[in-house]
Nanobody, 128 residues
Framework: HVQLVESGGGSVQAGGSLRLSCLISGYTIGVSSWCEAWFRQVPGKEREAVAALDVDGDTAYADFVKGRSTISIDKAKHTLYLQMNSLKPEDTAMYYC?????????????????????WGRGTQVTVS
């Protein structure tokens, strides 16, 4: 079965950088339709999409990280990444990676959380 395991979170000062990783197992990244994404959630608030990457290699970013973050995938390592730079205190959240096997484009993914059926347990990012 599909499993996603995040890592790379931690505590960092404002202006710093982190690279989150998500090891994906249980399926081959080569199926006809897939989309991988990063979401984040602060206690008491709704989960929100951060960035997405689809089977065509297209990417999309939420406005609040645009220009500061890069989503990428290493298919050989079955790992999804989120490089985050110029971190701000408001970036503090639990970050989750998620996978969808529906025909979801990266742009659609930013508003299609319900289409993601597979989730990791999250990695905490704290910016002070």
């Amino acid at each position: 079965h599909v499993q996603l395991v995040e890592s790379g979170g931690g505590s960092v000062q404002a202006g710093g950088s982190l690279r989150l990783s998500c090891l994906i197992s249980g399926y081959t990244i080569g199926v006809s339709s897939w989309c991988e994404a990063w979401f984040r959630q602060v206690p008491g608030k709704e989960r929100e999409a951060v960035a997405a990457l689809d089977v065509d290699g297209d990417t999309a970013y939420a406005d609040f990280v645009k220009g500061r973050s890069t989503i990428s995938i290493d298919k050989a390592k079955h790992t999804l990444y989120l490089q985050m730079n110029s971190l701000k205190p408001e970036d503090t959240a639990m970050y989750y990676c998620a996978a969808s096997f529906l025909r979801v484009t990266a742009i659609e993914a930013l508003d299609a959380e319900a289409d993601f059926g597979y989730w990791g347990r999250g990695t905490q990012v704290t910016v002070s």
